[in-house]
């Protein structure tokens, strides 16, 4: 019997390959994007992983300090004096070079080894070289060949404006790591300090102690060797710190890719449920003959897990080849906000593969357990009628709404949680999603009702007619169009909360930027990695700019990073120049007296995303380690501020000079006399850097549109993402249309032989996909908007910190009913064409 | 098909496809450390052209000589040293230093970590009674304090293992090591001037000019102290031989390697001898030695005044044979000895390997009993790359 079965499936399916296509398309689809957001999310993250161990091999733990690093005394003491073995210092940095981000490691080769400074199987010319010629490098060999170098080439690098030419003195051993090699330049100590300027510096000290208690005893006295502000912490802690930085945008990324699978389970569950219903006569005719309702039931499993594992195969190497791409945006994003990482390649990994797998095959079989259960449960009588699955789906319709408008309410319900973890508020969000979506199918049956009513009323006769057609067409067959309807409108709807969303944040940030950038022209030192490298313009350039006419005052900022126990963070010291009283929107505190006491040194401020994530309120006291010690000073404000998510403090200048004992300058800004030239001043800027240090000059609107570049290109990856569920949503819809075209064959059929044309048969369904997408477009606002609160006020402030206005534009919105019905209408067009086309003669001799 | 045959291929399809992605995965397993540094290659590198080479007898001056001479190659200090404890437990230690020029001039860089001066330290103790031979190396650069050397004060190191005079007096030296459980302190004073090896410090090795090294030793230093190995600590005493060399050549290129003595005899007389074996075999007539009377009295022997024989042999685990005992004939002296290794395995194998041990003396001096210590080096017996010698 059960050969019977498969045979019979098997015949069905043959007869009917674009279901066997479209089912296969959408969870390749789903899983694709599943794929290529996991493994573009864990290359990012594993080549971080991977090059930190290259450079800090076994080490166990590293000795940090201050913003200019460590005293490289520091090291000559603990291993001289204190003796302590298994030490290296490293210096690093990020040089230019080649249109590529080098991480230059600076390594002591004689140290000892089993850490950075081992060189084994680099050439020993090569090593020596290092040591007694300053200015040479080690590549790894892809690294090397892709920058077209050869071993005794030179190349220019550049660091923090300034040019230094280096040799590649060898390639460093190909021990199978050339992920973790890429983008990594050994060098000699000296070399590092020179090209990264940081002379007499260290970067950090590596540590490998053992296990247990030795360890600990071990690390016990080292700390306590330690003077005021450097610390000892774990290599691994570290690691993780620098890693969990970017976890709440890598949550909001597989968020989206979840979303996409979500979108093609419809399609798969649209595709399924179709399937069974087409087969109903035939499922009736099995069970007549006596197979069992467990044969018809795991028949259909079989088979949707046969579909779902060959579009989950298909989806795993789509989403490989489409991780590719967005590999190389994840990166770029990276880069831009948190710290270098060079990732030219795809790293395979098994956890996205075999997450995409198992959600593609995992949903396929939850999409089609309803239609399967459906199927077994018809007796052979009620099997064979084709409107029996479609009166239950009407029954259904306002149950399903019910439980989703609890389930939604319930959602809500959780947001008064005191908490604030994001995992949580993602499932708000998809509550909230999938809840809407169970309204949808009432909320379809009650528009067309709605339109019905106003057709009625309409005048012109045949016109009219047809358009009830269309409309009652929909109704008739709610358990397909219901879905299809649902699907496009949670895709469109994603793009409208997505949508609105970035353009809040943008409007935002760009208010932001003009209340914040308010000098006239910005000089900056060049910054390859955000935040950590510690880079200073030149005193004598500050000084010959100074005395450029037609500045009439000068703002300096250092923006460092300093190691707390919460990870690093950054400080910003600033100078204000005089008169220039900072107009930052305070969110919290009063800032008459915020000011007065920044200005007295009496306070620092903090900006939102800063009190957020470390729960700071004003008057709340921050203790900062400092090479003087701890200092603690009290919270007199809280600024809005959307250039770092781990948030910033600000502190004046004096305060920080005072006790970090760093005078260096890491930006300026100039304000110029009215009626002077900012090109003039700029230039004379230029002048005075030149042969000395590369500096960026740019004038207040150039920065303005960089940093909205800089922005745009954070969210590109969103963008793709969103244009990805919109197609599958397309071909949802594809699908439904195709089903009920087969479907209604006979009927159209009929129209044709009493007299309708084919133009009119094609204005039909016209109409009818029309009306679908208008259904999915209208739908989708409401849905839309509650997802942009949803993604505003809880993912964003949850993720990030960041509290921002809600900006909806019409365009927004009008675009959302036109993608709606443009997706529809593109999906109806062959649909539409088949069913005009069809002769009707032989579909009514097949009866 | 039945619907199990059909299940089976299913599951076998997903198993292939899983297989594919273990495939992939496996591909992708990283290391991204290599093992360990080849010093000696870095270190042997390069050519002698531009150094200082010993091609004339010289003024040695002290404490001045105590001190390094940067302008040649290679240079070492180098103590070895026979210790006793209160109990009677013998111990032998090595504590050597040597400076390496990788550049004939200094290199000129901002940076105070530049320089063309590395040194390497090799650290071993002998334990008899244990069996047990430890031993341990570490190396830095003459930058920044890691290590260097300098004449007055006296200090030599490597990082935390150092030999220096103390504050404001010439001696005693203070010998300092430890590594991994093993800690050597030592008070070292001179029983003993200076000798002056070869022709007036200068050291043939091969018939080339500047094919030399200067060489001087003090060949009896007394010693006390504490050596700790791992918790037990133990209250020592002995003597140590401290050599001083440096040179820019290295050996001749038909130099296999040699065989050096040091030893201290009951009599107060202190041989030192080396053998220089030649590729084919044969002894090199460069090999010379000294002997040192008691009242201090230099003797000078030539290759023709030692006869050599070797009474057993030792192989290493780590591959190649090494002599393991002697009998060594002083012709003009009339001294007869035999060497004995205190303990067979005192092979260190760090990158280079050579083997530097402690031995017992027993024999006859014009007919009369002598006993005595030292110690013995041999180089160039393990396959491998060879050791930087003078």
Redesign the interface.
């Known amino acids: 019997m059960v050969g019977v079965v498969w045979h019979a499936n098997f015949r069905f399916l043959s007869r009917h390959p674009w279901q066997i296509f479209l089912a296969v398309l959408g969870v390749a689809l789903g899983v694709a994007v599943v794929v290529a957001v996991g493994l573009a999310n864990t290359s990012a993250m594993r080549a971080f992983r991977l090059s930190s161990r290259a450079v800090s091999g076994s080490a166990t733990d590293q000795i940090i300090g201050g913003p200019g690093g460590l005293r490289e005394r520091l090291y000559t003491h603990l291993r001289v004096d204190a003796g302590i073995e298994s030490i290296v210092p490293i210096v690093d940095g990020y040089v230019e070079a080649k249109d590529e981000t080098l991480h230059i490691v600076g390594v002591d080769p004689l140290a000892e080894s089993g850490t950075a400074g081992d060189l084994a199987g680099t050439g020993a010319g090569a090593v020596r070289r290092l040591l007694t010629e300053p200015g040479t490098l080690l590549l790894g060999r892809a690294t090397a060949r892709r920058m077209g170098l050869k071993v005794g080439d030179s190349l220019t690098i550049r660091c923090a404006g300034r040019r230094h030419t280096i040799v590649l003195a060898g390639l460093l051993p190909s021990a199978g790591a050339a992920v973790a090699q890429d983008g990594l330049a050994i060098t000699d100590i000296s070399t590092a300090q020179i090209v990264t300027g940081q002379i007499g510096q260290l970067s950090r000290i590596d540590l490998t102690l053992p296990r247990g208690a030795t360890g600990r005893r071990m690390r016990a006295r080292i700390a306590g060797l330690l003077p005021a502000g450097t610390r000892l912490e774990s290599a691994r802690a570290r690691t993780g710190t620098m890693v969990q930085m970017t976890r709440a945008f890598r949550t909001n990324l597989t968020a989206m890719s979840l979303l996409a699978l979500i979108v093609g389970m419809f399609l798969i569950y649209n595709t399924m449920t179709f399937a069974v219903l087409q087969r109903r006569q035939l499922i009736g005719m099995l069970r007549a003959m006596g197979v069992t309702r467990r044969e018809v039931f795991s028949g259909i499993l079989v088979e949707a897990l046969f579909l779902g594992a060959i579009g989950t195969t298909v989806g795993v190497a789509l989403g490989v080849a489409l991780g590719e791409v967005l590999v190389h945006l994840v990166t770029r994003t990276i880069n831009d906000l948190y710290f270098v990482v060079s990732v030219t390649q795809l790293l395979i990994t098994p956890a996205p593969i075999l997450e995409g797998a198992a959600l593609g095959i995992g949903a396929t079989v939850l999409a089609s357990l309803t239609p399967a259960l459906e199927a077994s449960r018809s007796t052979p009588a009620s099997a064979m009628r084709h409107s029996a699955i479609e009166q239950r789906a009407h029954v259904l319709a306002p149950r399903l709404a019910i439980a989703g408008g609890t389930l939604a309410a319930t959602a809500l319900v959780f947001l008064a949680l005191p908490t604030r973890s994001l995992v949580l508020g993602f499932a708000v969000l998809f509550m909230v999603i999938v809840g809407l979506v169970l309204i949808a199918p009432l909320m379809v049956a009650w528009l067309s009702a709605g339109a019905c009513a106003v057709v009625v009323r309409m005048p012109g006769r045949s016109g009219g007619v047809l358009a009830r057609f269309a409309l009652r067409g929909i109704t008739a067959s709610l358990s397909r169009t219901g879905v299809a309807i649902a699907a496009l409108m949670l895709a469109v709807a994603t793009t409208v909360g997505v949508g609105v969303m970035i353009q809040s944040l943008r409007v935002t940030v760009r208010q932001w930027l003009s209340s914040t950038l308010r000098a006239d022209i910005y000089v900056s030192v060049p910054q390859l990695d955000p935040g950590r490298t510690p880079q200073t313009i030149d005193p004598r350039i500050i000084a010959d700019i100074r005395r450029i006419p037609g500045i009439s005052g000068i703002t300096s900022a250092r923006r460092v990073t300093i190691e707390t126990v919460r990870g690093p963070t950054q400080i910003v010291a600033v100078d204000f120049a005089p008169g220039r009283t900072p107009r930052f929107r305070l969110k919290e505190g009063d800032a008459r007296t915020a000011w007065a006491d920044f200005d007295a040194d009496r306070a620092v401020l903090v900006s939102e995303p800063y009190a957020y994530h470390n729960r700071t309120r004003v008057g709340t006291d921050l203790r900062l380690l400092t090479g003087r010690g701890y200092l603690s000073l009290p919270v007199a404000g809280i600024f809005y501020d959307y250039g770092s998510e781990q948030g910033v403090i600000l502190m004046h200048r004096q305060l920080y000079e005072r006790d970090f004992g760093d005078h260096g300058v890491s930006s300026l800004g100039l304000y110029i006399r009215p009626g002077m030239s900012t090109t003039r001043v700029i230039t004379a800027v230029r002048a005075a850097a030149a042969h000395r240090q590369m500096l960026i000059a740019r004038s207040n609107r150039a920065i303005r549109s960089a940093s909205l570049k800089v922005f745009d290109r954070a969210f590109a990856i969103t963008g793709v993402l969103k244009t990805l569920a919109v197609v599958i949503a397309v071909v949802g819809i594809l699908n439904a249309l195709m089903a009920l075209q087969m479907e209604r064959s006979h009927e159209l059929a009929v129209l044709r032989a009493i007299g309708f044309t084919p133009g009119q048969i094609w204005g039909l369904v016209t109409a009818q996909t029309g009306f679908m997408g208008f259904c999915a477009g209208l739908l989708a606002l409401p849905v839309g908007l509650a997802l942009a609160l949803l993604l505003i006020h809880v993912i964003n402030r949850r993720a990030f910190g960041w509290s921002m206005e809600t900006v909806l534009t019409s365009s927004v919105l009008i675009q959302a009913l036109v993608l709606a019905l443009a997706a529809a209408l593109v999906a109806g067009l062959y649909p539409g064409w088949r069913m005009a086309r069809a002769n009707p003669a032989d579909v009514l001799r097949e009866e | 098909?039945?619907?199990r045959q059909?299940?089976i291929l299913?599951l076998a399809?997903?198993a292939a496809?899983a297989a594919a992605?273990?495939i992939?995965?496996h591909g992708?397993?990283?290391?991204?450390?290599?093992?360990?540094?080849?010093?000696g290659?870095?270190l042997?590198?390069?050519t002698s052209s531009g150094y200082a080479r010993a091609d004339h007898p010289r003024q040695f001056r002290f404490p001045r000589d105590f001190g390094p001479h940067p302008a040649f190659k290679t240079e070492w200090w180098y103590f070895t040293g026979n210790l006793a404890s209160a109990l009677g437990r013998r111990f032998g230690y090595e504590l050597t230093l040597f400076r390496f020029s990788?550049?004939p001039h200094p290199?000129?860089?901002?940076?105070?970590?530049?320089t063309?001066q590395?040194y390497v330290a090799h650290f071993a103790v002998t334990d008899p009674a244990d069996r047990r031979f430890r031993f341990f190396q570490?190396?830095?650069?003459a930058?920044?304090?890691?290590a260097g050397s300098q004449a007055a004060p006296f200090r030599v190191?490597v990082?935390?293992w150092s030999v220096r005079a103390p504050a404001g007096a010439d001696w005693p030296w203070r010998l300092h090591a430890?590594?991994?459980g093993v800690a050597l302190n030592l008070e070292l004073s001179p029983l003993v001037a200076p000798v002056l090896q070869g022709d007036q410090g200068l050291s043939r090795k091969g018939p080339g000019p500047g094919n030399a090294s200067y060489y001087y030793s003090i060949p009896r230093l007394k010693t006390r102290g504490t050596l700790s190995l791992e918790k037990r600590s133990f209250s020592v005493k002995g003597l140590t031989w401290m050599d001083r060399e440096w040179s820019t050549s290295a050996l001749a290129p038909d130099e296999a390697g040699w065989d050096w003595f040091g030893l201290q005899l009951s009599d107060g007389a202190d041989l030192m001898f080396y053998r220089l074996r030649l590729i084919n075999g044969s002894t090199s007539p460069m090999s010379q030695g000294s002997i040192v009377s008691r009242h201090g009295h230099v003797t000078r022997l030539t290759a023709a005044d030692v006869r050599i024989r070797i009474l057993a042999h030792w192989r290493s685990p780590r591959g190649g044979t090494y002599p393991a005992q002697w009998r060594l004939s002083v012709i003009p002296e009339h001294l007869n000895l035999v060497v004995t290794p205190i303990l067979s395995d005192q092979e260190l194998d760090v990158g280079i390997r050579y083997w530097e041990g402690a031995v017992n003396v027993r024999g006859r001096c014009n007919g009369r009993p002598v006993r005595g210590e030292g110690y013995v080096e041999l180089t160039g017996y393990a396959p491998g790359p060879r050791r930087p010698g003078p």
């Open positions: 098909m039945n619907m059909r299940y299913l399809a997903l496809a992605v273990a992939i995965v992708y397993r990283h290391r991204a450390i290599p093992p360990a540094l080849n010093l290659a870095v042997g590198t390069g990788l550049t290199v000129r860089s901002p940076s105070r970590w530049s063309n590395v570490q190396s830095a650069r930058a920044i304090g890691l190191w990082y935390n430890r590594a991994k």
